[in-house]
Structure formats: structure tokens, C-alpha cells
């Protein structure tokens, strides 16, 4: 696709349940950062890849968080033992290389934990 | 600790007006790049405008441009002949370039163009 694609678009789970959202890069670009925006907030950077390595994971919120890349190209971000306060917009972006900094974003997932 | 303030939540402008949407940051390094972001209601995050640091003209994108003071860390965007379109969140972020990008984006401003 010519863009950054996010699946799924919409996701509700039950409180306690793992979740896995996914992220396909714009093909060819090697950064691939993910954010959470909260209901009416900025964006909360969250972990960035430089190809498969993570070399900033600061973002992320606890150890319930994690975060995988193959083969330089789709991510999966998955939350473990969900909580309520996990409940945002999930936002992934990529960018061609470290040098060349402009963010496309995808779409973004919604994530609502009951 | 590296900042973007935006002291604006909310602002409103008159189509076809003029404003301006405010920004500063802190940062102790001196190889970045600044950029605004723009998100409507749909969701998607746009890029508006983007400047690095070491270049001292303000960048220009249409009815866009941006106002880079470097010495007061500030950098804010005036939106030209304001369209209904305009009407969206607006983002003010920087990546630091050290070993790796460091992303940090302000808390927005929602900009309403009023017919």
C-alpha cells in the first residue's frame, strides 16, 4: 500500500486480556516508532526501531508493554493483562531513515478495555 | 529534560483571517529538527511543516509558515487565509539527533476555523 497501515482499526477487550495490535511500515523505511495518544491529549512516544533493533524503549509504560519488529518491516505491539488506563489511540509511524525525519503515521488502533 | 510546550489549548480564528499557533521547546543539544503536525477529526496525523535547526530561514509550505527563533527556543507556525480545512489539533514536535532519533511532541493545540 502507499501508506502506513494499521490493523485492527478498532479493538474492545476485557479487562485482563492480552492484545496484539499490528503495523505495516511504508515498504522500504526503517524507523518505525509507535505512540498512544490518550482521548483528547498529545501523543506519548512510546518505542522506536531503527530496522529490527529497539534502541529507545523508554516509552513504554510497564513491562506489560512490548514491542517486536521483523524483518524491518511490520510491527506488532503487544499489551499483556490489559487495563483500563490502557485504553487510547494506538499510533505507529515510519520514516525512511534516521536522516531523513519526516513521520508518516498510520491510522491509528483504537483500543478500548472494559 | 527535553520539552515542547504549547501554551494555547484552544484557539478560534475567522475564515479567511490569520493566526498564529505558539511553541517552545528545551533542549541542551544542537542538532534537531522541528515539525508541526496537524490531526482533523479523522485521525490522521499530517505533516504541515518541517525546519532543521542549523538552517536559519523560517520554512515556508503554501499558506503555512513558521516563525524559528533558535536563541529563545521558540517556533511557531502562522496558518495564511485560514480555510475550513484548517480546522484540526495541532502538534508541535522535535526529534533530537544523538545516537539514535529522540521524539517528543507538545500537548497540541485545537484550532477552530469559524466560518
Known amino acids: 500500500g502507499a501508506g502506513v497501515s494499521q490493523s485492527p482499526s478498532n479493538k474492545v477487550t476485557e479487562k485482563g486480556k492480552d492484545v496484539e495490535l499490528r503495523c505495516d511500515p511504508i515498504?522500504?523505511?526503517?524507523?518505525l516508532y509507535w505512540y498512544r495518544q490518550s482521548l483528547g491529549q498529545g501523543l506519548e512516544f512510546l518505542i522506536y526501531f531503527q530496522g529490527n533493533s529497539a534502541p529507545d524503549k523508554s516509552g513504554l509504560p510497564s513491562d506489560r508493554f512490548s514491542a517486536e519488529r521483523t524483518g524491518g518491516s511490520v510491527s506488532t505491539l503487544t499489551i499483556q493483562r490489559t487495563q483500563q488506563e490502557d485504553s487510547a489511540v494506538y499510533l505507529c509511524?515510519?520514516?525512511?531513515?534516521?536522516?531523513?525525519?519526516?513521520?508518516?503515521f498510520g491510522p491509528g488502533t483504537r483500543l478500548t478495555v472494559l | 529534560a527535553q520539552t515542547v510546550t504549547q501554551s494555547q489549548p484552544e484557539m478560534s480564528v475567522q475564515e479567511a483571517e490569520t493566526v498564529t499557533l505558539s511553541c517552545t521547546y528545551d533542549t541542551s543539544e544542537s542538532n534537531y529538527y522541528l515539525f508541526w503536525y496537524k490531526q482533523p477529526p479523522s485521525r490522521q496525523m499530517i505533516l504541515v511543516i518541517r525546519?532543521?535547526?542549523?538552517?536559519?530561514q523560517n520554512a515556508t509550505e503554501n499558506r503555512f509558515s513558521v516563525n524559528f527563533q533558535k536563541a529563545a527556543k521558540s517556533f511557531s507556525l502562522k496558518i495564511s487565509d485560514s480555510q475550513l480545512g484548517d480546522t484540526a489539533m495541532y502538534f508541535c514536535?522535535?526529534?533530537?539527533?544523538?545516537?539514535?532519533?529522540?521524539?517528543?511532541f507538545g500537548p497540541g493545540t485545537s484550532l477552530s476555523v469559524i466560518p
Open positions: 509511524a515510519s520514516s525512511l531513515s534516521q536522516d531523513y525525519n519526516e513521520q508518516f
Open positions: 525546519q532543521e535547526a542549523y538552517k536559519q
Open positions: 514536535a522535535f526529534i533530537v539527533k544523538t545516537s539514535y532519533d529522540k521524539v517528543i
Open positions: 515498504s522500504g523505511h526503517t524507523a
